[in-house]
């Protein structure tokens, strides 16, 4: 079975710092996704970046950059020249395997808060 | 563009009435809804799938008398928390599966939840 897990309850940055983000994931699909998701106080979920198995770059949009590691099955978030608005709680998600038997759920990890200070 | 809308974005109600939630993809078909239910500073929790025209497919340990899914068109897919109790009481939040996933996000696209207060 798939398995997503954030093990970083509650991280810190400092204003203009950049920040890791942790996820490791578990499945015995060869095709898969990943899926980093930011959630404010508001509840809304705000897609941020998508990573492919069968990638073969970091994906990066804008502040934000994948750092995939498929050998150890690690999908971290990076989050350069933090901004107060980056205080949010963070998700990574996985979309579950290929075939058939594809219903496509993304599974979520436990989540991170992330708070930056001035 | 692919925006749902989810209706009603907070509800209070009294313990023992039923609640409906719904989600509408406003220019787009979803295919494929999918329900969370997440309590505060948790994950997101897959309630059921729904397809469209088809019964929906719940998750292990949900209550599908309780959790009543709808998904009668291509763009409308409700969930009615039957006979709500304080323990109901949480975010739901749908998530549309966009056939064209090219569309936006790699073909998700989240309602903006629902919160959920039964008193």
């Known amino acids: 079975a798939q398995k997503i897990t954030q093990t970083q309850p509650g991280m810190f940055v400092q204003e203009k710092e950049a920040v890791t983000l942790d996820c490791t994931y578990d499945t015995s699909d060869p095709s898969y996704g990943l899926f980093w998701y930011k959630q404010p106080s508001s509840g809304e979920m705000i897609f941020l970046i998508y990573q492919g198995s069968y990638d073969q770059q970091n994906a990066t949009e804008g502040r934000y950059s994948l750092n995939f590691q498929k050998a150890r099955k690690s999908a971290n978030l990076v989050i350069s020249a933090s901004q107060l608005g980056d205080s949010a709680m963070y998700f990574c998600?996985?979309?579950?395997?290929?075939?058939?038997?594809?219903?496509?759920?993304?599974?979520f990890g436990q989540g991170t808060t992330l708070q930056v200070k001035p | 563009g692919a925006v749902v809308s989810q209706h009603p974005s907070r509800v209070i109600c009294k313990s023992g009435t039923s609640v409906k939630i719904e989600c509408r993809s406003l220019?787009?078909?979803?295919?494929?809804m999918f329900w969370y239910r997440q309590f505060p500073k948790q994950s997101l929790m897959l309630m059921a799938t729904?397809?469209?025209?088809?019964?929906?497919?719940?998750e292990q340990g949900v209550e599908k008398d309780k959790f009543l899914i709808n998904h009668a068109s291509l763009t409308l897919s409700t969930l009615t928390v039957a006979s709500a109790h304080p323990e109901d009481s949480s975010f739901y939040i749908c998530?549309?599966?966009?056939?064209?996933?090219?569309?936006?996000?790699?073909?998700?696209?989240f309602g903006s939840g629902t919160r959920l207060t039964v008193v």
């Open positions: 220019d787009f078909q979803a295919t494929t």
């Open positions: 998530s549309a599966r966009l056939r064209d996933r090219g569309i936006a996000n790699y073909g998700y696209t």
């Open positions: 998600a996985m979309r579950e395997g290929v075939g058939s038997s594809n219903t496509g759920k993304l599974i």
């Open positions: 729904s397809n469209e025209g088809s019964k929906a497919t719940y």
